[in-house]
Structures are given as C-alpha cells and as structure tokens.
C-alpha cells in the first residue's frame, strides 16, 4: 500500500514525513518507566529571604543517566522554583533554585519527569512538620527545606546587664537565634514581651549573625521572653489523597532582670579625738546589696543564681582635709589610718559603689585636736658659767608618740643662735664675753607644724 501511495502521490508522502520529524523535534524528552529522581541541597534550612540550590539526579533503572536533555519539572509547596522546568545534562543531573520569598514554614519540593516522580507512588502521609518529615511512607523522596521560622533550632537569651540598681533602670535584651544546624539564622522575627517594665520594641528581626536586640527599662523585677514563631506548612501527598505535614509551634527563651537593695556603709572615728600631726584609725563597714531575684538564661527557660550579693566595685573616702582616697573593692570591716595636718572640725564621706551600678554615701564629723606640745628640757654647765669659757648648753627635747622634731633653733642669749637640727638631744658648747645674767630659748618645729619654745636663766660670772 504505501509504496503504491509512494508511486501515485510522492510529493504527499514527503511532506508527511517533513511533519512527523518536525512533531518528534518539539516533543520533549521524558524519563523512561522504571526511572528515578533523587533530589538534594546543600542545606536543609533556609532564611525567610533565602535561597537554596536544588540539585536533581535523574537514572533511569539500569542505573544509567537518561538521554541528555530529559525534562524534568519542579513544583514547591512553599516559595518558587526558578526555573520551574530544567533539562539533564549527560549525566543526568539539572539544578535549580528554591527562593523562599519571604515565607516560613516547610518546603516540599517534588520533581518529576514522565513516569518518574520523588513523590508519593502510592498510599497517603500526614501529620505536623516542624523541620522534619513524620507519618510518610512508600517511596517518598521529596526533598523539606525548613524556611524562616521553622528553620529555628534554639533561641538563645541574654540581658546586659541583668541585675539593675534598686531605683531601676534600662538593660539590652538580645537574642540569638539559631537554625536547626546550630548556624546564626537571620531574616528571623522575634516577638519581645516582658512582665514588667517596657521594652523599646515588641519585635525585632534578626542580622546576619542572627541576632535582635531590644532594650527593656525597668523598675522592678522583670522576665522578658523571646518568641519565634513557626508558621504552618502543607504539601500535595500522593496520587490517592491530599497529605504533607501541617501544623505550628514556636521556639522560645526567657532571661529575668533583678533589682538589688542598696549597699549599706558605716564609718566610725576614734574614741579619742586624734590629734593633729598624729595617725589616728578610722573604722568603716561595707554591706553589700543582695539581688532580689534571678538573672540569665536562653534555650528554654532562664536560669541564674537567686539571692546572692552583688560585689562592691569600689570604695572612696573623702577625709574633708582636700585629700582623698580609693580604696578599691572592698566590703566587711575595715580599719584605714589618716593624719590630718591642723587641729579643726572635718567632715569625712564614704562613698561606696557596686558592680550593678547601686550606691551608698555616709558623712560623718571629727574634732581634730592640737597634738600635746613637746617637753623641752634646758641645762648647762659649769654652773655658773664663767665669762670667756666655754659654757656647754645641753638640750633634751621629749615627743608624744607619732610626733617628731622638724628643727630646733637654740638662742644663746647673747645675740647669737645657732641651729641644732632634728635630733632630740644636743650638746652645745657657748662662750659667753660679759658677765651678766642671760636668757636662753630654745625654739622646737615638730611633725603637726606646732611651734614649741623652751627657756631657762643663765648667770656668767668672772
């Protein structure tokens, strides 16, 4: 027959054939029966504004690639696939992208080309998707990309600090957040609330190193919780009946913020008045603040110590001379030595200051008296001294404990002086011209700046 339609039409016969060639040009090529697509990425979480590369490796069931070429299209249940349709290399694999356009939740992406499929080949799945597939069955091979919210594996929670001072005041909240492989997920929304106080903002959205930050200003104890939530995700399941996985959930943690009591202080003076020039001990006592409450915490529910004290920080006396001093991180009973220079009434401040920013001031007085003034003691021989001849002048010079002789100037009497020195005893040899009777003064500087003058009556002779 066709050879005759061949001799009675030729011309028919060739165009026919033009058309049949040009139809299996435009037809595309498809998996063969009996083939399989096996889909991967390089990651199986993603932010709400990230992407992934999809890679599809197409065998067919001898193991051996399909003709280069084979079509293969992609279908997600959440984002896009660009492009929606890609063809095999010799080795049987395409890639394409997955974009997650902004949404949370569960992808499920599925590929196929002619009887190949990585979905559902029979019976049905469902049941809720947090990040892994549960309830499937047969040979489902669609690959789950966990998108944005649902990619959150741990939320971590801090404050900076977390103990405020007893008048209240603002602490930085951060928190971090983590996908399901332990990474900085970013592009995350965290919701902030906070039992008491206020936070600057209800919600903040993580940065590349997956952290959102508010700042929460108290006056009383304060649990602030971080929230992400993870929106629901659903999916196509096999050719007998709709499955995938839907449902929600949240990760979340939670950090306390305490207040502390104040820190106490105490300084007590000497019983004695102490005396200018002289050292004199000074009592104080430091009473740390304690934490009303708890403080840390992240992953789940915070943590922390409850009560404890809050370290000093530092301790500063003010001694109402001029004269300061720091006495560094102090606290119980200390006793502090202070010399005041001039007799007079003072007021000494101590201002004490913790690690939580709390602060305690006291101010108490002291009477500084005049230091008792040195014994001076003069004598000479021979007695009585003679007119021309040396005459020795011995001074003895007796100080209160804690006072010391600055200089002594020895007036002979006559109209002439000398200096003797700090020492407390001296021995002075004189020679006096005139007979008569002379005063000798004997002037002494000591420690507390007093002056002190001893005299005695000394008769020359012939």
């Known amino acids: 027959m066709i050879p005759r339609l061949t001799r009675l039409f030729p011309a028919a016969v060739s165009v026919i054939a033009a058309l049949l060639m040009v139809a299996c040009e435009k037809a595309p090529l498809l998996a063969p029966t009996g083939s399989s697509i096996t889909l991967t990425s390089g990651t199986n979480a993603i932010p709400a504004n990230g992407s992934a590369t999809i890679v599809a490796q197409v065998l067919e069931s001898a193991g051996t690639p399909p003709h280069s ?16 349709e890609a063809s095999t290399d010799a080795s049987g694999r395409t890639s394409v992208t997955f974009r997650a356009s902004g949404a949370s939740g569960v992808a499920i992406i599925s590929a196929s080309s002619g009887g190949a499929t990585t979905g559902l080949t029979g019976g049905s799945s ?29 939320v971590n929670l801090s404050a900076n600090p977390t103990i405020l001072p007893t008048s209240g005041g603002s602490t930085t909240i951060l928190a971090n957040v983590l996908d399901i492989n332990g990474n900085a997920l970013s592009a995350a929304v965290v919701s902030f609330t906070t039992t008491a106080g206020n936070l600057s903002s209800s919600s903040g959205t993580t940065d590349a190193n997956g952290n959102a930050t508010a700042t929460l200003t108290t006056f009383q104890q304060a649990t602030v919780t971080a929230t992400v939530g993870v929106a629901a995700s659903s999916g196509s399941g096999g050719s007998t009946g709709t499955g995938g996985s839907t449902g929600t959930s949240s990760s979340q943690a939670t950090v306390t913020v305490s207040l502390t009591s104040a820190p106490t202080a105490s300084i007590t003076v000497p019983t004695t008045p102490p005396s200018a020039g002289l050292p004199a001990s000074y009592s104080i006592k430091v009473t740390p603040a304690t934490a009303t409450g708890s403080g840390g915490g992240g992953g789940g529910t915070g943590g922390g110590s409850t009560g404890g004290t809050i370290p000093i920080r530092e301790v500063f006396l003010a001694w109402g001379d001029g004269l300061t001093e720091n006495l560094g991180a102090v606290s119980g009973d200390q006793s502090v030595s202070h010399i005041y220079a001039r007799a007079g009434s003072y007021s000494i401040t101590l201002n004490v200051t913790d690690v939580a920013g709390g602060t305690a001031r006291v101010s108490t007085s002291v009477a500084v008296i005049q230091a008792p003034p040195p014994t001076i003691n003069i004598t000479y021989s021979p007695v009585p001294a003679k007119v021309n001849t040396a005459t020795t002048i011995n001074v003895q010079i007796t100080t209160p404990q804690g006072l010391s002789i600055i200089n002594t100037i020895i007036d002979f009497g006559d109209g002439t002086s000398a200096s003797l020195g700090g020492g407390s005893t001296s021995s002075q040899p004189h020679v006096y011209t005139a007979v008569g009777t002379y005063t000798v003064k004997v002037t002494v500087t000591d420690s507390s700046g007093q002056t002190t003058i001893g005299t005695t009556s000394l008769s020359v002779g012939l």
């Open 126 to 154: 469902s049941g809720t998707n947090t990040g892994s597939t549960t309830g499937t069955t047969g040979s489902d091979r669609n690959l789950r990309i966990s998108v944005g919210a649902a990619a959150v594996g741990r």
């Open 69 to 84: 070429g084979t079509r293969v299209t992609f279908t997600t249940t959440l984002g896009v696939i660009e492009p929606p």
